[in-house]
């Protein structure tokens, strides 16, 4: 009896084992997309064309490649709308947030230096926040406040506007990201990590400068 039970232990420990590995990768993942780090430099190509990641996990199309970002519309945490198709013309900066997310609370004060920095020196851009995974509007509201953000943001608790960007583009696949469309309304930049002043800058100034 004592020979045929221990083996059965050994199977039920290496069972429990495997399962407890697995929930630790699990918990990993789910701690990596809100605020990983994807650094080093490679070349994409699908069908939304060619891609370049560099330094800092910041990805960025050539100009004869880009292709159109969705529209983006709704109602904003203030409870104003907005219609991001309205914003062709200028470089627009869409970051996707949330109350809740550390990384989106660290690269906060960055968005709005340069966000207000750009507004008084008259240039031809829009900031446009997406709230996601708030399930209270006051929450996206006193962050807003708390941080100096001034520019609108859309609330999108359920991820649907997220959800538009064609999946074989730069689209905003973790909380947060920063897409940048160029002043056609194509998708010119992403980074799917916290980002600093100069990462925003070197995302902007390029497209800016563009004719």
Do not use: H
């Not at 292709?67 to 907005?82: C, S």
């Not at 968005?111 to 020196?121: G, H, I, N, P, Q």
């Not at 962050?143 to 506007?161: A, C, R, V």
Request: glycine share 10%.
């Amino acid at each position: 009896m004592s020979l045929s039970r221990a083996p059965r232990r050994r199977r039920s420990t290496s069972g429990r084992a495997i399962l407890l590995t697995a929930v630790t990768l699990a918990g990993v993942v789910t701690l990596t997309s809100c605020g990983g780090s994807d650094g080093g430099s490679k070349s994409t190509r699908s069908s939304g064309g060619n891609y370049v990641t560099g330094e800092g996990g910041i990805s960025r199309v050539a100009r004869g490649e880009r292709v159109e970002a969705p529209r983006l519309d709704g109602a904003t945490v203030d409870g104003k709308t907005l219609d991001t198709t309205t914003l062709k013309g200028k470089v627009v900066v869409l970051n996707v947030w949330g109350s809740w997310c550390p990384p989106c609370r660290a690269e906060a004060p960055y968005f709005a230096k340069v966000s207000k920095e750009l507004a008084d020196a008259g240039a031809d851009v829009a900031f446009v926040g997406i709230n996601t995974r708030d399930n209270s509007e006051q929450n996206a509201v006193n962050f807003e406040q708390n941080y100096g953000i001034t520019y609108p943001s859309l609330y999108d608790p359920n991820g649907k506007l997220v959800l538009r960007f064609p999946k074989d583009t730069l689209n905003p696949s973790a909380i947060p990201s920063t897409v940048v469309l160029d002043k056609e309304g194509k998708i010119a930049a992403r980074t799917l990590v916290a980002v600093n002043e100069q990462q925003l800058r070197s995302m902007i100034d390029p497209l800016l400068a563009e004719k």
